[in-house]
């Protein structure tokens, strides 16, 4: 479990085919407090430490969570949201997130308000919703929703999570991983199963 409260960004290696995986080797400077076999999310996709060498260490994506994800259209040079599984008796300063990518999103428009920035997300038609004041992770970032409409929303970006996070790389026509309120999704499902 995760809590979209990004600690670092790391920057993308090398990305080598393995059969129908894919291995990412990943510098960061928090490398050195990894483990093989940790759980880390990168981009809001939970990955599993399969290797480390220094200041680099590998995860390997499999078929599904390339199908699912943003994970195609990662290049080498790339900047990934990192964030280590939350501790238990820790403070949980985002919102409960799993890891696991609903769908991917695309931002159809970024506004550069007076201090901040608002990005609009839309989404294909599914079960999935978002709330006003809700929560919602994009690339594995915590953030509520300030507009929510049928399969689109909008979050606002306070200074601090833009320069520390990748939402400064963000723009219009880049697509984003989607994780819903798990809150959210039981409900969905509750409702649609009495329909």
């Known amino acids: ?3 979209g409260i990004i600690e670092n960004l790391a920057k993308i290696d090398s990305i080598k085919k393995n059969k129908k995986n894919l291995d990412i080797t990943l510098s960061s ?3 050195s407090e ?32 390339i199908n699912k994800t943003t994970i195609s259209k990662w ?10 599984a939350m501790k238990i008796g820790g403070r949980l300063d ?9 769908q991917i999103g695309q931002c159809i428009h970024v506004e550069t308000m007076d ?25 594995g970032v915590s953030l509520t929703v300030i507009d ?15 320069e520390h996070t990748s939402f400064n790389k963000l723009k219009k026509n ?15 499902k509750m409702i649609s199963n009495y329909k």
Not at 77 to 84: H, I, P, S
Not at 115 to 139: F, L, R
Not at 148 to 162: D, M
């Open 148 to 162: 929510s409409r049928p399969n689109q929303f909008k979050v606002a970006i306070i200074p601090y999570t833009f």
């Open 29 to 31: 400077s928090l490398t």
């Open 174 to 188: 880049d697509h984003v991983n989607l994780e819903f309120d798990i809150l959210g999704k039981y409900l969905s």
């Open 94 to 102: 985002g919102h409960m997130i799993q890891g696991h990518v609903d």
């Open 1 to 3: 479990m995760f809590t």
């Open 34 to 65: 990894f483990k093989i076999d940790q759980s880390i999310s990168h981009n809001g996709i939970c990955l599993t430490v399969v290797n480390i060498n220094e200041s680099h260490y590998t995860v390997t994506a499999i078929e599904e969570t």
């Open 115 to 139: 201090g901040s920035w608002e990005y609009t997300i839309q989404y294909e038609k599914s079960e999935n919703i978002t709330v006003e004041k809700g929560s919602i992770a994009i690339n």
């Open 75 to 84: 290049r080498v040079g790339d900047l990934v949201n990192l964030e280590r």
